[in-house]
């Protein structure tokens, strides 16, 4: 249910380092790995930061989009950050696209998930694919502010490597965040530990390869008439999404769960939504494939860490202190443009007023992305 409330200004301030939507980042450099994720896991996350309520207060239900049961680690390397709103400001500040430009690198978990809509007509026209990113993290810091509160996407600020790997046309990457390095009650923060290593060899085709057997088609890539073809596919998909419609996936939305908390309850909210955003890859260009033979992607079960990875990893109850080898299934890499753009809130939850929070009602703008052109086709019409 959409009731209308009047539009209340945000309070624009100098000391605020977020930068609102859309964005532009030309030439960003992508190595990208991907391994078969755990469903158990993944429900579970929908559960606590997707599913709040009943599903018949809100309407709809996520869950593991089971065609495709694979997590994407991605490492991102983006040499220009820029602000590409081109509608007229008054802000009362310098214009954000008048700002210049910033570079930062950045590492994510992306996770499909479907949300089903209720009732036969809900199934139709409210299903949709989604992205969540249970684990994000960025090296600036104006990055992760502007994650969570413009996005709500609960990015951390971390040390992220990124460089070549032991033989030429390689990648090594690593991150490193701040963590408890055991469970032990007033042990100190350590700044740096190690949460993550990615390694992998060249791209193929190369005669650097352990023989081993094929595990997926990433392996069958291996002549240079069949590393060309991929390349040329990567090269073609921008046609592939103008002919599509922009159906070919290479767009995403990524989806987050936007709160704040109430000053005098901090266990409550005053404000709960899910709020999603294009992300969508135009001019992507040399593509290349890892033997995924050649790939290890190793997480740090220690201490804190523990805690992040059993959101998207089949880990123990508690931290091993070990490292967990994730088995990975495909690994390539690809140069291409990023815009997010298309910012909109899916569904806000209630808030039960009283003890000075007000009370706000559930709103939702489920409409699949397909059944939006046709959507004023079947609704009721406006009065003239």
Known sequence: MRTDQPAIPYVQSSASQDV???YHFPNVS?????????????????????????????????????????????????PEMISSNREPEDIGETPYPERGMTSQREVFVCLPVIRYGNGPRGLIADSDIECVLPFIVVDKPWSSICGREMLGLGKLLANIEIGDGYYPDGFNGSVNLPGWASSHIGDPIDNNLRFLDVT???????????????????????????????????????????????LFPSSMRTLGLKQYRDAKYPQRAIYQALVSCRSHYSNVRDMRLYDENNVSIRFHDTGSFHEILKVFLEVGPRASGLMFDAKVLGAFRFKADVDYDDMRVVHEFPITGGDGIVARSARSDLSARWFRPLKGFFGRRGQP
């Open 30 to 78: 992508v190595n990208a790995f991907v391994w078969e994720a755990e469903m158990g896991a993944v429900q579970s996350y929908c559960d606590k930061f997707l599913n709040l309520g009943t599903r018949e207060e809100r309407g709809f239900e996520y869950r593991p989009a089971s065609s495709w049961p694979y997590a994407l680690l991605m490492f991102l390397d983006y």
């Open 200 to 246: 992998a060899g060249p791209v193929l085709p190369t005669f650097r390869l352990e023989k081993k057997p094929e595990k997926s088609l990433a392996t069958l890539f291996q002549s240079p008439a069949a590393s060309l073809g991929i390349s040329t596919m990567g090269d073609l998909s921008n046609f592939f999404d103008f002919a599509s419609g922009g």
């Open 20 to 22: 609102p939507p859309p």
